[in-house]
């Protein structure tokens, strides 16, 4: 029986271990994959841990032993029997959504609204899809259904496609703000992970005019220069003893007017990290022009003290947004592959399998989205 080494999750709270298993089998409608890359997400360490001090949610989390690993990219190996249009050595993008595939939502296509949505290498709604799927990417082979690859263009590497994840969520959620030609965008947290992506996929599909705010100016920059003509940056400040002085609001909101001939944005949308408080969301909220739209793909955890009745009266809408869709995937595929996604910015770092528990304690060091943290399954040294 051919064997692979997968990094598992015996017991949450302590470091993954190096196992050889069985490399597994594709079911008839699934592909075999051979890992190449395997982007990690800062916010992995705080799930396979007890960094906060509780264990996570078991109901919430794959059974133990476990493969994570969220974005993998590779070569197709194997494919099922019921797989026509994808063939072995193929290179893919695995979407790691997984859904239910039979409820009313799977069957309309709207796969993401599935009650048992689940991330295959991650956590998610149901157990029985983690048991189905229980290959993260942190191993050197998964199995994954033919609907969830988007295929990779020659001229993107494995590593840059290791970021996809990032991308299509900040991608789902700008395509629900109808970003492009002559729209106007504030990317609340732009030079994060999540922000980062956003500001290349705004130039990508568009964008006239691409505001962002951000903490540290260094960053914010570097971000203003990848387009000097179509980014700008707000530094935003702590105040002493944490909050921020409504004056604060005010002078984001007349700077975002003053970019936008005294309208303010089109659309937001907030990639806040954890940690981040409401009142930094609020800010961004009122830089929106009456009948602007925003959506929420960051992780402000406190309460909005969000006011209805401004909502009503500036016709202002607010959605929240998860993950993207494989057709959305391919998208981006398409855009990286034509060159008007440049994601020649972003600066790999590698490690192998056997450093994974390095790599994923490492990531405090880091130029804010700039950094790609990514694992490779083929080196195990
Ligand atoms: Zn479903």
């Given at each position: 029986?051919?064997?692979?080494i997968?990094?598992?999750?015996?017991?949450?709270?302590e470091p993954?271990?190096?196992?050889?298993?069985?490399?597994?089998?594709?079911?008839?409608?699934?592909?075999?994959?051979?890992?190449?890359?395997?982007?990690?997400?800062p916010?992995?360490?705080?799930?396979?841990?007890?960094?906060?001090?509780?264990?996570?949610d078991?109901?919430?989390?794959?059974?133990?032993?476990?493969?994570?690993?969220?974005d993998?990219?590779?070569?197709?190996?194997?494919?099922?029997?019921?797989?026509?249009?994808?063939?072995?050595?193929?290179r893919?993008y695995?979407?790691?959504?997984?859904?239910?595939?039979?409820?009313?939502?799977?069957?309309?296509?709207?796969?993401?609204?599935?009650?048992?949505?689940?991330?295959?290498?991650?956590?998610?709604?149901?157990?029985?899809?983690?048991r189905?799927?229980?290959?993260?990417?942190?191993?050197?082979?998964?199995?994954?259904?033919?609907?969830?690859l988007?295929?990779?263009?020659?001229?993107?590497?494995?590593?840059?496609?290791?970021?996809?994840?990032?991308?299509?969520?900040?991608?789902?959620?700008?395509?629900?703000?109808?970003?492009?030609?002559?729209?106007?965008?504030?990317?609340?947290?732009?030079?994060?992970?999540?922000?980062?992506?956003?500001?290349?996929l705004?130039?990508?599909?568009?964008?006239?005019?691409?505001?962002?705010?951000?903490?540290?100016a260094?960053?914010?920059?570097?971000?203003?220069?990848?387009?000097?003509?179509?980014?700008?940056?707000?530094?935003?400040?702590?105040?002493?003893?944490?909050?921020?002085?409504?004056?604060?609001?005010?002078?984001?909101?007349?700077?975002?007017?003053?970019a936008?001939?005294?309208y303010?944005?089109?659309?937001?949308?907030?990639?806040?990290?954890?940690?981040?408080?409401?009142?930094?969301m609020?800010?961004?909220?009122?830089?929106?022009?009456?009948?602007?739209?925003?959506?929420?793909?960051?992780?402000?955890?406190?309460?909005?003290p969000?006011?209805a009745?401004?909502?009503?009266?500036?016709?202002?809408?607010?959605?929240?947004?998860?993950?993207?869709?494989?057709?959305?995937g391919?998208?981006?595929?398409?855009?990286?592959?034509?060159?008007?996604?440049?994601?020649?910015?972003?600066?790999?770092?590698?490690?192998?399998?056997?450093?994974?528990?390095?790599?994923?304690?490492?990531?405090?060091?880091?130029?804010?989205?700039?950094?790609?943290?990514?694992?490779?399954?083929?080196?195990?040294?």
């Open positions: 029986m051919a064997t692979m997968a990094a598992r999750v015996h017991k949450y709270g993954m271990q190096l196992d050889r298993i069985p490399v597994p089998e594709p079911r008839s409608t699934d592909v075999l994959v051979e890992v190449k890359a395997c982007g990690i997400v916010n992995l360490a705080r799930v396979v841990s007890n960094f906060f001090g509780s264990a996570p078991p109901k919430a989390m794959p059974p133990l032993p476990a493969i994570f690993g969220l993998p990219t590779g070569v197709i190996t194997k494919v099922g029997d019921q797989v026509r249009a994808i063939r072995p050595g193929e893919v695995v979407n790691p959504a997984r859904s239910c595939g039979s409820c009313r939502m799977c069957r309309s296509g709207q796969v993401l609204d599935c009650p048992n949505f689940t991330f295959q290498g991650y956590f998610g709604r149901s157990q029985e899809i983690m189905a799927y229980p290959y993260g990417g942190f191993a050197q082979f998964i199995t994954a259904p033919a609907t969830a988007v295929r990779l263009p020659d001229n993107v590497s494995f590593e840059a496609a290791a970021r996809l994840g990032y991308f299509g969520t900040a991608y789902a959620a700008m395509k629900k703000l109808g970003v492009g030609p002559g729209h106007s965008l504030l990317i609340n947290g732009i030079s994060g992970t999540l922000g980062l992506c956003a500001a290349l705004a130039l990508a599909m568009g964008a006239t005019k691409i505001l962002g705010t951000g903490r540290n260094a960053l914010l920059e570097r971000v203003k220069a990848l387009a000097p003509e179509r980014i700008d940056v707000f530094a935003m400040t702590d105040a002493p003893g944490g909050g921020q002085p409504d004056s604060f609001v005010s002078s984001l909101v007349s700077w975002a007017k003053a936008t001939d005294g303010g944005v089109d659309g937001m949308i907030d990639c806040l990290p954890p940690g981040a408080p409401a009142s930094a609020m800010r961004a909220l009122h830089t929106l022009r009456r009948g602007g739209r925003a959506v929420n793909v960051g992780a402000v955890m406190e309460v909005l969000l006011n009745f401004w909502l009503m009266t500036n016709r202002i809408g607010l959605q929240g947004s998860v993950w993207f869709t494989t057709g959305e391919e998208e981006m595929a398409a855009m990286a592959g034509a060159g008007t996604l440049n994601l020649s910015v972003l600066k790999h770092r590698v490690s192998p399998l056997s450093q994974v528990n390095e790599a994923i304690a490492g990531m405090g060091d880091r130029d804010g989205g700039f950094t790609n943290f990514v694992v490779d399954p083929t080196r195990v040294d």
